[in-house]
């Protein structure tokens, strides 16, 4: 009954999305202010509407209302509760619905944003974000309907999919949604303020905050999302060029360079063709991504299951890619650059340069994920591109990213003088020398790996002096001590050293990458019972395997039993025991490591078979050197984002922004 | 005070510095290791695709089919071929969509040129971009405002308000 309820709010949810894209323009052609509020009212609405559906099917997931389809196929009797609540987002058609609530919640927090300064683009940003929302609404509600109910109810259902049984399932695709759906906002933004030519730098003010957020989520989202592929499918790494991460990934590199290169737009009034261009692309390619893996047109570890939806996206696509290009080329004359670029070797020159090799990284992403289905299409044979062609490819297009990371901050606005580049330049270089000549000594003999380090070093230290620089001259000028003198000149610019702490988050991950591509190593060993073998310095002795009790209810778990000695000393440092969990109703084996090691040599260990009752078993090592250093990189950057981010207006300055903001808006247009 | 200060700073750029050095050397253990000595067979299903578990590699898919590919290679090894020829041998039966690493021929020739020719493209683009906007733009307004100022809702409008006064 409630289900049933949730189901006809999705109903309304769908009509207020098009009542909304009606009213709103309609109210700013007639200049109505009534009826642009009520679209905004109405777009709002969609957050509750959504949200009951959502209630409704928890209801049923929660109460194991199985006469429901969609709580059949996700959850069984003995599916715990936990996890009956995150199988709304567990297989398509409940993921489609949390997707439109967590799309509904920025529209709903666009809606109630303030819009003082913005005011003429917000009928045209209620009607974008309306149509959006409104076509995924419809997608749910046509094709992919939650809520549909069986004749004659089963008496259990399949249970949840074991992969989706980790913590990092929790909010994995909760953030990838938020990502994804939280890039709606800019969009709006810039589609407004082409429609109404307000194109100088309204939009980007208004939404570059938001294009952060959206930013953030889908980067904080892939990172679980590798820390979810580390410990649940058992590959030892942490990234595996899937499609379904892909996608993603190609949107965050295309929004990374929105990111950045609005700021050229908002400091010199320049590329205002290229930020709408990139804004699009944004979209574009978020939306894309969400119909490949939706429809199943690629095949990869997660995607879902074929289905029709396909055609529509496309559809949906055209219409998308033709509405951008219409508006975009009906609204060049009103793009024109405001400054004049001085030099190439300027913060804006090199900008540029890192804008594109950003997107030459997302273009080599994206032809290698559409590749199979191309030459199917053309040659008819489908050809796999697997890891290695992404590695050699887009790997050195990243490390070049790393670079620019490195000389981008010295470049100043305008020109920039070779001599101050270079004196800045010195101490940093001077620390990548010395770093690699340790590492070389230390047996880091690799050319590719140890420029690679030299590089990640040299841009450590870089970033990290744009701190020491900064503080001193803090230090100088007002006396303070070097703490304060940091947390000052962090809380007085943000956005730029919130942006140079994520800076420096990637170069760790970059480091961790670098020594787990180039000195990862990975055996198997089939062992006897009772006896050993050495990897990495350590000695395994296999003790048997043995049953025990499954993590949950519908599997049986086989646990192998190693003892990991130091090889040299002979002494025990700890039992090892990863396992194999079979699940028989869904016909899946789940391989799941056991981890050990230090903090830099991570050991990751699999139980890959038996033989004759464990008499002998096999097992997989992998020696992941460094790994460690991409989470905590992640985590810096997370950090990182949050001090860009984090409102902590500073009281003289807000008080003059609102000023300044209540003259701005008071003349007419 | 100055003084003190100054050299309180130098000291903590030095224990920084010894810091970040003493990290890299914590990273050391982790490559004085030789690679132990490796299963062939595995390492060749490594560079497979598996038939049955969408997206994975040989070596790491558990089904029965994968298995049985996995036999395949041991035996192949075992009649005295090469890493090399059981790769080949999967290729010219299955065709080149079980190789790990697509092939560098005319059937991927698009695969590898594009990324290479997009780069190249982009980077042309650019630097035409550079060129026009250096010619264009209005520099009498590029010197007489400064730069950051457009940041600012208030500014920009005052901006376009001299515009049109002028």
Redesign the interface.
């Known amino acids: 009954m409630f289900t049933d309820l949730g189901h006809l709010s999705v109903i309304l949810a769908l009509l207020a999305c098009l009542y909304a894209a009606v009213v709103s323009p309609l109210g700013a052609v007639r200049n109505d202010d009534r009826l642009v509020q009520s679209g905004r009212v109405a777009a709002f609405m969609t957050l509750p509407l959504v949200l009951i559906g959502c209630l409704g099917l928890w209801y049923a997931l929660i109460t194991h209302d199985f006469g429901v389809q969609y709580v059949a196929d996700v959850s069984s009797i003995a599916t715990p509760f936990f996890f009956r609540v995150t199988a709304l987002w567990g297989s398509q058609n409940g993921s489609i619905l949390f997707w439109c609530l967590i799309m509904a919640g920025f529209v709903a927090a666009a809606m109630v944003k303030d819009w003082k ?1 913005d005011r003429p683009l917000l009928p045209y940003v209620t009607m974008t974000m309306a149509l959006v929302l409104g076509f995924f609404i419809f997608i749910q509600l046509a094709l992919t309907n939650a809520f549909v109910r069986y004749d004659f109810p089963p008496a259990d259902g399949r249970g949840l999919n074991p992969l989706l049984r980790h913590p990092g399932m929790i909010i994995h695709p909760p953030m990838l949604y938020a990502g994804y759906t939280g890039l709606l906002v800019p969009f709006a933004f810039c589609v407004a303020s082409l429609i109404t030519r307000r194109t ?3 939009w980007l ?1 208004s939404s570059r905050r938001w294009t952060l957020v959206g930013w953030a989520f889908l980067g904080a989202g892939l990172l679980l999302g590798g820390r979810w592929a580390h410990d649940v ?4 790494g942490y990234w ?1 060029w ?2 379904s991460e892909n996608k993603p990934f190609i949107t965050w590199l295309i929004a990374t360079a929105f990111v950045h290169s609005a700021m050229i737009q ?6 205002k063709n ?1 930020n709408v261009f990139l804004m699009m692309l944004t979209f574009a390619s978020m939306f894309f991504g969400t119909a490949f893996i939706r429809s199943g047109l690629l ?3 997660h ?1 879902f299951a074929a289905s029709d939806i396909g055609p529509w996206f496309m559809g949906a696509m055209l219409v998308i890619l033709i509405a951008c290009a219409v508006l975009w080329l009906t609204r060049l004359d009103t793009l ?9 070797f300027s913060r804006e ?1 090199i900008f ?2 890192q ?3 950003f ?2 990284t997302a ?2 992403v994206f ?2 994920t559409m ?1 199979p289905i ?2 199917e299409a053309i ?1 008819g ?9 992404y590695d050699q ?2 790997g050195p ?1 990243m490390i070049a990213l790393v670079l620019i990371m490195g000389v981008a901050p010295l470049l100043a ?2 020109k920039a003088s070779g001599r101050a580049v270079w004196r800045q330049m010195i101490g940093s270089l001077i ?1 990548a020398v010395v ?1 690699m000549g ?2 070389f000594v ?3 003999t690799q050319l590719i790996p140890l420029l690679g380090f030299g590089l990640c ?1 040299y841009t ?2 870089q970033t ?1 002096m744009e701190f ?1 620089r900064g503080a ?1 001259a803090r ?1 100088k000028g007002m ?1 303070e ?2 703490f304060v003198a940091t947390l000052r000149l962090a809380q007085k610019n943000q956005r730029r050293y919130g942006g140079y702490i994520i800076h420096i988050g990637i170069v760790l991950m970059a480091v961790g990458a670098i ?1 787990k591509g180039f ?1 990862g ?5 089939n062992v006897p019972l009772n006896e050993s073998f ?4 350590y000695e395994f002795v296999y003790r048997g395997i043995r049953p025990v009790q499954c993590e949950f209810d519908d599997c049986q778990t086989m646990q192998g039993m190693l003892l990991m000695k130091d090889a040299a000393t002979g002494n025990v440092i700890e039992g090892l025991f990863p396992h ?1 969990d079979f699940y028989p109703i869904q016909q899946h ?1 789940a ?1 799941i490591p056991f981890i050990s090691g ?4 991570e050991i990751y260990v699999l139980l890959a078979g038996w033989e004759n009752n464990g008499a002998t078993a096999s097992f ?1 090592v992998y ?1 992941n ?2 790994i460690n250093w991409i989470w905590v990189g992640g985590v810096i950057v997370i950090l990182g984002f949050f001090i860009a981010f984090w409102p902590m207006p500073d009281k003289a300055p807000a008080a003059v ?1 609102a ?3 209540s ?2 808006g008071a ?1 007419a247009k | 005070m100055n003084a003190s200060t100054r050299e309180r700073e130098k000291r903590g750029f030095w224990a920084g510095l010894c810091a970040l050095f003493a990290v890299v050397l914590m990273a050391m253990p982790a490559f004085a290791q030789a690679p132990a000595p490796d299963d062939e067979t595995y390492h060749i299903a490594k560079k497979l695709n598996c038939p049955t578990c969408a997206g994975r590699n040989l070596a790491d898919c558990p089904t029965e089919t994968c298995a049985q590919w996995k036999a395949e290679i041991k035996s192949q090894l075992d009649q005295g071929k090469n890493s090399q020829e059981v790769l080949d041998y999967f290729e010219a039966r299955f065709g080149s969509t079980v190789l790990q690493e697509p092939p560098k021929d005319g059937s991927t020739a698009i695969l590898w040129a594009a990324p290479v020719g997009a780069a190249v493209v982009f980077f042309i683009g650019a630097a035409l971009v550079m060129m026009r906007v250096s010619k264009r733009g209005t520099p009498a307004l590029a010197t007489a405002i400064p730069a950051p100022a457009s940041a600012d809702p208030f500014v920009s409008q005052l901006e376009e308000d001299v515009k049109k006064a002028s």
């Open positions: 300064t100088d730098n309204l003010i499918l058992g590959w030892g595996g899937d499609p908002e400091k010199r009034g320049m590329f290229w095949t990869s570890v995607a024109h650059s405001e400054n004049k670029l001085e030099s190439a020159g540029l340069i804008n594109v090799l997107l030459s273009f080599t032809i290698g590749f191309l030459s040659a044979e489908k050809i796999t591109v697997g890891p290695p062609f490819v887009a297009q606005w305008h620390f770093v340790a590492l230390g047996g880091v070093a450590l230290a990290v020491v001193r230090m006396g001590n070097p020594g000195y190593t990975d055996v198997i060993r050495n990897v990495a310095g194999r084996t391989t230090t903090f830099n040599n997989q020696v050197p460094l922004r000023n300044a903001r003259m701005a003349p």
